[in-house]
């Protein structure tokens, strides 16, 4: 028998009903999780909601505007997919600024950017085999750069955190070559007494000083062991390795970001033209394209969807700023710059209507102190893309539990790997998570949790249980 007053409260509301059960806060083992990291609940916004349901089941500070770290990646890659198409591609475009004539370039060879995301090493050089496919065996010129599709400040790589040779660190530009970063490996020899250094790309450009002693022990930190110093002079760059490296360590590579753009190009082109049999010996600038003229060579980059799936997956900054930057010309004629972008993403969420007044754009990458969104507005830009027709492109870019990405090391519980799709963000003082959970019958839930605090670090394992408990109720646990 149902007492007469409840009876009355079931009467009274058939719509909270017909919304499911509604919970205010957070379930009390995320809360504790919170209270033991030293991160008060006033530092945390939360939004869980099964899609379709008209109200939330946890919500904790829903409207508060966060810093969502890298999570802000979802906005620009939704859009992008919506207004560019998930076939979207990028071209780079060489022209011969002179007469060609028995395979020699009178003149400049020019390469004109459109912002291409990932121009790979392998790519770069599928672009110098089709100029040598054209017959062109010397170029008497110069290499001159068209960067102009792109409007940008100066950038400084250092600005955000200190660290200017981070790869994550680099700046837009609309000749992006192989995000501007050589990878360094090293590995013991098969003696093990000795330590061998390759780099990739191996740039005349950049030089290798130095070989660390092979040691036995721990690998530990094998970075610091190095000893490492780098010298970057824009044009040219040393990279100085002494210390020690353990044999324990096997292979390992690091990823620094040397030269300026120009020059970096400019040394991919000499080594990879060389090492096809061409010849070039001039210098660097920045240029336009000839007008009206054709471009003899074309690189077509690999489909949006691709590169989303790297942005969201790998959590990549470089690429996300670059695709945010794209997203300018679907608004406005080149140039772009972020506040084209920044406008063209505010346009297409009114045609979406999708008000989120407490949006802040800044790169599109979430690498940003300024950037702001609330964990409401996130939940309701996933349920947006739920029911959009790219939803497959979106949800397969999303890192999955347990199994690849950004979560691969976590939710290793047997029943929710490979059931959750989420992006995670992380900077110093902040720690996010949003993206979707899904249950054994089919239900789906989208999952937003902002951490916007100095113990941010210590918010993982409140994170991951929202998570796992959003997963339970979705197989039929009652919330709590």
């Given at each position: ?10 009467v009274a509301f058939p719509a909270w009903l017909a919304a499911g059960p509604v919970f205010g806060g957070l379930p009390e083992q995320v809360v504790r999780a ?447």
């Amino acid at each position: 028998m149902i007492p007469g007053w409840r009876l009355a409260v079931l009467v009274a509301f058939p719509a909270w009903l017909a919304a499911g059960p509604v919970f205010g806060g957070l379930p009390e083992q995320v809360v504790r999780a919170f209270r033991s990291a030293q991160i008060p609940l006033s530092s945390v916004s939360a939004y869980v909601q099964e899609i379709g349901a008209s109200r939330p089941i946890f919500s904790q500070q829903p409207a508060k505007p966060m810093n969502p770290a890298s999570t802000m990646k979802l906005v620009t890659t939704f859009a992008a997919l919506e207004l560019l198409g998930p076939d979207y591609r990028w071209r780079t475009e060489a022209y011969a600024d002179g007469p060609v004539a028995g395979g020699v370039l009178d003149g400049d060879l020019v390469l004109k950017g459109y912002g291409d995301p990932k121009i790979t090493i392998e790519q770069f050089q599928s672009l110098v085999r089709a100029l040598r496919a054209t017959g062109l065996k010397t170029i008497r010129g110069d290499l001159v750069l068209d960067r102009s599709f792109f409007t940008l400040p100066a950038h400084d790589p250092g600005a955000f955190d200190g660290e200017p040779l981070k790869p994550y660190n680099v700046g837009p530009d609309a000749l992006l070559v192989n995000f501007k970063s050589v990878r360094f490996v090293f590995a013991p020899n098969a003696a093990g007494d000795a330590v061998e250094i390759r780099a990739e790309p191996d740039l005349a450009e950049v030089a290798l000083r130095g070989a660390p002693r092979a040691v036995a022990g721990d690998c530990a930190d094998w970075r610091a062991s190095l000893a490492a110093s780098f010298v970057d002079h824009a044009e040219r760059a040393e990279a100085i390795f002494g210390g020690r490296y353990a044999a324990a360590c096997g292979e390992r590579d690091w990823y620094v970001a040397l030269l300026d753009h120009a020059h970096y190009v400019l040394a991919m082109f000499e080594r990879y033209w060389t090492e096809s049999g061409g010849s070039f010996a001039g210098g660097v600038r920045n240029g336009h394209a000839p007008p009206q003229a054709k471009p003899i060579a074309t690189l077509y980059s690999p489909p949006l969807y691709d590169a989303v799936r790297d942005i969201n997956k790998l959590s990549n900054n470089v690429m996300a700023r670059q695709l945010f930057l794209t997203l300018a010309t679907s608004a406005y004629p080149p140039p772009a710059t972020s506040s084209h972008a920044a406008e063209a993403v505010r346009r297409w969420l009114v045609s979406r209507k999708l008000d989120f007044p407490e949006l802040v754009l800044d790169n599109g990458s979430g690498l940003s102190r300024h950037e702001r969104i609330s964990a409401r507005s996130m939940a309701r830009l996933l349920a947006a893309a739920d029911a959009s027709k790219v939803r497959t492109d979106y949800v397969s870019s999303l890192a999955v539990s347990a199994t690849d990405g950004t979560v691969r090391r976590r939710f290793q519980d047997e029943e929710i790997a490979d059931q959750a799709f989420l992006k995670t963000g992380s900077l110093e003082g902040v720690r996010a998570l949003a993206g979707y959970v899904l249950g054994p019958s089919g239900r789906r839930f989208v999952v937003v949790c902002f951490v916007n605090h100095a113990n941010a670090a210590g918010a993982q394992r409140a994170l991951d249980l929202l998570v796992e408990r959003v997963y339970a109720i979705a197989a039929g646990a009652k919330p709590r």
